[in-house]
Structures are given as C-alpha cells and as structure tokens.
C-alpha cells in the first residue's frame, strides 16, 4: 500500500537550520526526529503508521539500531517524505542494488561489521588477513551475485488482516502453513517472503468465515504462520515487524486455546525481545513457558519445545554476560534432546541432539571463548543437520568462531560451503558476514543470531 508523504516539499522544514546541520552530521535519527515534529505527529502516532512502538522509533531518532538499518530508513524517509539524501542513502532509484545491513553485528577489524557484503570492502579485508586467493575469489563471486537477489519486501504482512482472499477448506489450509514452515527450514526465504501475505490473508478470510472447534482451529493454524512470519523477518534482519507477527502470533494461539502454538509463539516472542535489547524480559518469557512443560513428559513434541526454549534462553544468557547460567540451560537441553534422538520437532525451530550443539558454538563464541566454540563445531556431522537452515546458519556460525580465533581463511572457507548449501542465508542481513561501509564505528551493533 502506498502512502502519501506526511510532509510537503513545500514544507520550511526542508530548509531549516535543524535538518541541514543534522544531514551534514550523518544523523539520520535526528533529521527523521526533525521532520515528524513538523508533522506534529507523537512518537506513538508515527510508530503506529510505520508499523513500530514508540520505544523502537525513539532509539531511532536518537541514533541507535535500528537506524542502521537501510530498509528501516527507506521506508521512514518514503512515509515522511524525506529525500533519500538526508538520511544518508543513494536515491532510490539506486534502491534495487543495495543489500540491507542486520541489526545487530559483530565488529571486525579496521572497524567493519557482520554483514558488509560489498565486494571491495570483503577483498579488502580478507587479503588484509592473509585468505588465499582462490578461496577468496570463490566467496567474493558467490556473495555478490548473492547479493543481487533481493529479498522480498515484507511489509506486506502488516497488511494481511486487511488483503482480499478467500476461504480456504481445513485440510489446504494445514498443508499451505506446513509448507511455509518448510520453506523456512529449507531456506527459501524470497520465496517465502512473496508467498506468506497471501496465505495469512487467506487464514484470517478462513478462521472469520468459521465457528466453534473449525475458528479455533484456524486461529491455531494463523497462529503458526505468524510465528513462520516472525522467524523470516528476523532472519532477514526486520526487528520490527519479526515482533508484530510474534505479537499476532501469540494473540491467535490465545484465541485458538492451542498450547503448543503458544509455546513456539512465545518462542520467537522471546527472540524478537531479546533483539531489542530486552534480555531479562525475554528470559523471563522463555523460562516461564519452560517451567509450564514437563521435562519428564515422554510425548517427543513436548519434549522438543522444552529443549527449544532452553537453548534459546541459553543465548540469551550468553548475550547478556550470563555464561554459567547458559551451560546450565545448555545441559538440561541436551538431556532432553538425548532422551529424543532426532526427533524434530513442529515449525521452523527442529530440535535434535545436533541443535543443541549447534548452540553450544553460538554461546562460546558470544562469551568470546572461540577455542571452546570450534570443539562442539568440529564434532558435528553435517548430514545430520535436521534442514537447509540450520546447515547454514550451522557454518556461519563456525566461520564466526573461526574469525574470532584468528583464522579468516577458515571462516572464508566456512561461508563458501554456507553459500553452497544455504545461499539465501549467506546473502541475508542476518547471517552476512561483513556489513556495508556506510556503516561507521558509530554504529556499533549487537551480536545476532536466530536461535
């Protein structure tokens, strides 16, 4: 949907002291504080249009993430009417070929970011580093047609209660949410971007045109594909929208009376908050939900959920400088993953003895011990990585703990095999491994992951 800028080109704001000095100063935040005060509009007023809360779009104005985020700052200056320019961006026109930064990065040296997918930038960096020639020439051709595959625009999923569609019969409604779980898991995320509006549109059509135990069950199954919605748009580094779709996410599992939906809803509740910065909250959420499942339930499901939230609490932890207390989430998961075996699990999030691995790599190399994040990561055998998401999001993070223990050349070979077997990961906001340089040392951003 297209909106009318908020702000005429005639207005005097376009020329005021306030706007041309925060321009100047590369303060994106500022002109965008600048501009919605000339509209009169209150935080919540403008964070409501765009699709945030007032606290995301005060960090904004203020200069935090996620300003640095290319698409976050399109889509404000489209809303205001602000020229691409003032908010440090190439015109639109040029819009098409430029990656969108993550959210949150970790900072490599020369004062690069997790992300930079520009090909200058990358060669710079790695001949710097001493990677081999061949090896680099390999991953620069790969990420930067990598990088020309856009992904979807997911703004429309705002939209979906609002979009026409018609009823959709129960049993082609479950299979249309179980393949978008399992786009997710096979990492076909354009794909899966371009579809899901469509289909929530259709299950909100479906679960309003129904009764009884059939509007429970639509409401279960919306549910689902919000949580799909959330997953994909925190995997494509939109903070904002990954947290409305849990938010929907959670509220259709309420409704459904569907405790399993309700959990995986709370699940990537819980990662959107812990994205934002909100660690206490989010483990607060995840523990909670934990403590409401038995850990002496035999149902492998249940099961899978427990091991689930634990692993994601132990990130958490690890995130927020908590490392005892991630190793003791860590080993009540993988007793539960071992009393399962591979058993994965509903949704996006599969949950085996190899998940629980996987995450022991992300929590060491978070606490900044890479030593300890490589021995789990050696131990892994790749054919038993329970889908395609989990084989890429399993090597970036190994080329992460590679690059912190001091061996670019392993972390270059490590994103080659990721490009082979997740390219849209590779090419992601969230997974990249270099960010662009627009993005100085003054956007220092978390470290990030969706687990």
């Not at 035999?298 to 939230?309: C, E, F, M, N, V």
Request: hydrophobic share 40%.
């Amino acid at each position: 949907m297209e909106h009318a800028p908020l702000v005429a080109s005639t207005h005097p704001v376009w020329t005021s002291a306030e706007v041309a000095a925060a321009a100047r100063a590369d303060q994106p935040g500022a002109v965008i504080r600048h501009v919605r005060q000339a509209t009169g509009l209150t935080l919540d007023q403008l964070g409501s249009l765009y699709g945030c809360s007032a606290s995301t779009l005060s960090r904004i104005e203020r200069g935090q993430p996620p300003v640095d985020q290319i698409g976050v700052r399109r889509r404000l200056a489209h809303l205001l009417g602000i020229p691409d320019e003032l908010v440090g961006l190439a015109p639109a026109r040029h819009a098409a070929r430029v990656p969108q930064p993550p959210a949150q990065a970790d900072t490599l040296p020369g004062g690069a970011h997790d992300g930079d997918r520009s090909p200058m930038r990358r060669r710079t960096l790695l001949t710097g580093a001493g990677v081999s020639a061949a090896a680099l020439a390999g991953l620069t051709s790969s990420l930067a047609a990598a990088a020309d595959r856009q992904p979807a625009s997911l703004d429309r999923l705002l939209l979906a209660p609002t979009l026409p569609a018609a009823v959709l019969p129960a049993e082609r409604a479950a299979t249309a949410v179980a393949g978008a779980a399992q786009a997710y898991r096979d990492a076909r995320y354009n794909t899966l971007a371009a579809a899901l509006p469509q289909l929530l549109a259709s299950l909100h059509t479906s679960r309003d045109a129904s009764d009884g135990h059939r509007k429970e069950a639509m409401a279960g199954l919306l549910s689902r594909a919000y949580a799909v919605a959330s997953s994909l748009a925190t995997k494509q580094g939109d903070d904002a929208i990954a947290l409305t779709m849990a938010d929907r996410a959670r509220a259709e599992a309420l409704t459904a009376g569907d405790h399993a939906a309700l959990t995986a809803a709370t699940h990537v509740l819980a990662i959107t908050m812990r994205r934002d910065g909100h660690h206490t909250g989010a483990l607060n959420l995840l523990l909670g939900t934990a403590a409401q499942l038995d850990p002496a339930d035999t149902d492998p499901a249940a099961l899978a959920a427990y091991g689930t939230l634990l692993c994601t609490a132990a990130y958490t932890s690890a995130q927020a400088g908590q490392a005892v207390d991630a190793d003791t989430y860590l080993s009540e998961a993988a007793a539960a993953a071992d009393r399962i075996g591979d058993h994965q699990g509903a949704g996006v999030h599969p949950f085996t003895p190899t998940t629980v691995t996987m995450y022991r790599i992300s929590v060491h190399t978070t606490i900044g011990d890479s030593g300890a994040a490589l021995r789990p990561a050696a131990s892994v055998d790749p054919s038993r990585l329970p889908t395609a998401e989990r084989h890429g999001r399993y090597l970036v993070d190994t080329a992460r703990a590679w690059h912190r223990h001091g061996r670019p050349d392993r972390a270059t070979h490590a994103l080659l095999a990721a490009e082979r077997h997740a390219p849209e990961d590779v090419a992601g906001p969230v997974s990249g491994t270099w960010s662009p340089p627009c993005c100085t040392r003054r956007h220092q951003r978390r470290p990030h992951s969706v687990n």
